[in-house]
């Protein structure tokens, strides 16, 4: 008696379901390779994330600017060359408040406070003789008028002049108002994680960091004196070394304000709030910085939605920012995991022949790349293969797969569903050569494998088959 072997499992829905399952993973782990792991603490039903994320300047903002809207020509592909002059004291004044988002009453309170602030600045310029004085000076007056209480997260122009808790962005900002307002030659500078203030005072350029009362010059000894102008001691603040240091200008100062409420705001998961205050940021100031910082608050929004499996919200709000904002790469490269995606999405519930006929489509527009193509093929081909097996059998199924590799050559996928097929259909051949040997139908098992052997003439078992059946006709 001959052994009838069992077929292999032909890999079935949760095999070949494998290559969208992948493809979705790719697209929701994108998010992780910009933030912390920390920051995605928050449960999906959380986040913020929302594909009608304002992606034009505030009215506020426009009013403020003088425009009538839009975004001013700004764009991902580079920030405009035809950057608007510095602004006055009085009107950096008026961003940092907008920035600062206090309600009507303590935006008033806080302009009161610091236009008063700006006036005595201003007189302190006929007290000092040299640039040096008025500057150390400004240093004192916002100190002692304002600064109480240093607050890393605390960015808000409101929060340090009516509550006195400042960091280094608030600190930074309301010195190079009252700078400005003394007229002096003041501007900015930005590390990867500090800011504060330089004044120009003859021929040299003075650090101030705004954070101490004592940070006008750091690496110079100040005196303390009594009232009767005595020497009493001593305060030095070393001077920091700061390697990737960066100037910036006023508008950029001002924009770090919505910068650090936009990074709190996606700490918490609020990405779409966050990417509102970068677009106001860009249109404020249109620099290389607010452009890093504007793409980043656009790929975490999408991420978000992409990550949540929100394909069909995250595509149209991609092709929104980028219509708006020109190319850029990586925001066009997650557009792209959308659409690959939403192709996924669709194909489980094509028809296998439409689902390859779609892809064929894609792959012709540019909107799939060879990988992914491949692995969709395969997920689509595994579905033809399966149904043409309930039909006619491995036979049928190795005939579609055949397609599949000659569609995707380079699939390993499809090359070992195929090499199952293949296998499969010989046991099925030879399984009815050994129900027909068994029963002592010696012919009809020989004619069985000679016509076997017509389609895998190489195929030693079927050889063995053959001869054995010979051997039983003629012994």
């Known amino acids: 008696m001959i052994r009838q072997p069992s077929t292999t499992h032909f890999p079935g829905s949760p095999s070949m379901t494998k290559s969208l399952v992948t493809l979705k993973s790719q697209v929701a782990l994108l998010l992780m390779l910009l933030l912390p792991a920390s920051y995605l603490a928050a449960a999906p039903s959380e986040w913020g994330a929302s594909a009608e994320a304002r992606l034009t300047p505030s009215v506020a903002l426009v009013q403020l600017l003088g425009s009538t809207g839009g975004t001013n020509g700004i764009s991902l592909a580079g920030p405009s060359a035809d950057r608007a002059p510095e602004p006055s004291a009085s009107l950096l004044l008026e961003a940092a408040i907008l920035f600062s988002d206090p309600d009507e009453a303590r935006a008033k309170s806080t302009r009161q406070a610091v236009l008063l602030a700006m006036e005595e600045a201003t007189g302190l310029a006929d007290r000092h003789s040299t640039d040096y004085e008025l500057g150390e000076a400004v240093l004192a007056l916002a100190h002692e008028r304002f600064f109480t209480r240093y607050v890393e997260a605390e960015s808000r122009l409101d929060a340090a002049v009516l509550d006195g808790r400042y960091n280094c962005v608030s600190s930074s900002a309301l010195y190079l108002i009252l700078a400005r307002a003394a007229g002096l030659d003041a501007g900015g500078v930005i590390t990867k994680d500090h800011s504060f203030c330089v004044i120009q005072a003859g021929d040299r350029t003075i650090d101030i960091e705004t954070t101490n009362p004592f940070g006008f010059d750091p690496g110079s000894k100040k005196e303390f004196q009594d009232s009767f102008g005595r020497v009493t001691g001593y305060s030095y603040v070393p001077p920091s070394d700061y390697r990737s240091r960066e100037k910036v ?129 395969a997920y689509a081909y595994g579905r033809l293969a399966e149904d043409e097996r309930s039909v006619g059998g491995w036979s049928a199924a190795w005939e579609a797969l055949k397609q599949g590799m000659a569609a995707a050559p380079q699939s390993s996928q499809l090359a070992r569903m195929a090499e199952t097929a293949r296998k499969n259909w010989t046991y099925e051949i030879h399984n009815r050569f050994a129900i027909l040997y068994n029963e002592g139908n010696y012919q009809e098992a020989f004619a069985v494998m000679e016509e076997a052997l017509t389609v895998l003439p190489g195929e030693r078992l079927f050889r063995d088959d053959a001869a054995t059946a010979l051997k039983a006709i003629k012994p």
């Open 249 to 377: 200008d006023g508008r950029h100062l001002m924009a770090l304000i919505l910068w650090n409420r936009a990074t709190l705001l996606e700490r918490s998961g609020q990405w779409a709030q966050a990417v509102a205050l970068a677009v106001d940021a860009y249109a404020y100031s249109p620099d290389p910085g607010s452009q890093r910082q504007l793409e980043d608050r656009l790929y975490n929004n999408a991420g978000a939605l992409l990550n949540e499996k929100r394909w069909r919200e995250a595509l149209p709000f991609l092709e929104r920012a980028i219509g708006l904002y020109g190319p850029s790469t990586r925001l066009e490269g997650l557009a792209g995991q959308a659409r690959l995606a939403i192709l996924a999405d669709e194909l489980e519930l094509m028809d296998p022949r439409s689902g390859i006929a779609a892809i064929a489509d894609a792959w012709e527009q540019g909107l799939v790349d060879r990988k992914h193509r491949d692995e969709l093929l």
